[in-house]
T-cell receptor, first 112, second 115 residues
Framework: DAGITQSPRHKVTETGTPVTLRCHQT?????MYWYRQDPGHGLRLIHYSYGVKDTDKGEVSDGYSVSRSKTEDFLLTLESATSSQTSVYFC???????????FGEGSWLTVV | GESVGLHLPTLSVQEGDNSIINCAYS??????FIWYKQESGKGPQFIID?????DKRQGQRVTVLLNKTVKHLSLQIAATQPGDSAVYFCAETSAGGTSYGKLTFGQGTILTVHP
């Protein structure tokens, strides 16, 4: 158990609406990540954070923004959802004491 | 961009057999590799990792081998069990600084274990 909670776990939304996914961790880890998983593409990094208010883009950041106002929460926002953003979104944390990366259980997002 | 790939998309084995899942990587700067197991409807579960200063690392029923010369990684599962059935991903990153955790994943191998 990596102490990661993602919410919502499942969501259906309409094209053009804003959506925010939340990743909450209980162990005060500095590094947090958002990945998306699509058939044929594996997991790809969207954004990551290396501290409160410190974020950077990943491989597939277009159409997404993130915020980290406190250590335990990392939010992923789709400002105007599109069908191409239908995906499974995974949050991950870096446990520095063992120096590896653990994933949450995922958020299934469908944009119709 | 550079990526990590898998040779075999599917692997079927009998219960009790040993399984070997292979992975090729192309980024010579990668120095940290992780194997994940993903069951349907769940997040990737950490299995084992290895750093580039090692050739082999063993865990419980699993062994990871790293051949830096040919940029090849393998996961060996001993005495495979039905509960091992899942998709297995290799991932790579550079271990230093903020690049760490920016994982590049392979496409995955589906392992099916028959009783």
């Amino acid at each position: 158990d990596a102490g990661i909670t993602q919410s919502p776990r499942h969501k259906v939304t309409e094209t053009g609406t804003p959506v925010t996914l939340r990743c909450h961790q209980t162990e005060n880890h500095r590094y947090m990540y958002w990945y998306r998983q699509d058939p044929g593409h594996g997991l790809r990094l969207i954004h990551y954070s290396y501290g409160v208010k410190d974020t950077d883009k990943g491989e597939v950041s277009d159409g997404y923004s993130v915020s980290r106002s406190k250590t335990e929460d990392f939010l992923l926002t789709l400002e105007s959802a599109t069908s191409s953003q239908t995906s499974v979104y995974f949050c991950a944390i870096r446990k520095t004491e063992v120096n590896t990366i653990y994933f949450g259980e995922g958020s299934w997002l469908t944009v119709v | 961009g550079e990526s990590v790939g898998l040779h075999l998309p599917t692997l079927s084995v009998q219960e009790g057999d040993n399984s070997i899942i292979n992975c090729a990587y192309s980024n010579s700067a990668s120095d940290y590799f992780i194997w994940y197991k993903q069951e349907s409807g769940k997040g990737p579960q950490f299995i084992i990792d290895i750093r580039s200063n090692m050739d082999k690392r063993q865990g419980q029923r699993v062994t990871v081998l790293l051949n830096k010369t040919v940029k090849h990684l393998s996961l060996q599962i001993a005495a495979t069990q039905p509960g091992d059935s899942a998709v297995y991903f290799c991932a790579e990153t550079s271990a230093g600084g903020t690049s760490y955790g920016k994982l590049t994943f392979g496409q995955g191998t589906i392992l099916t274990v028959h009783p």
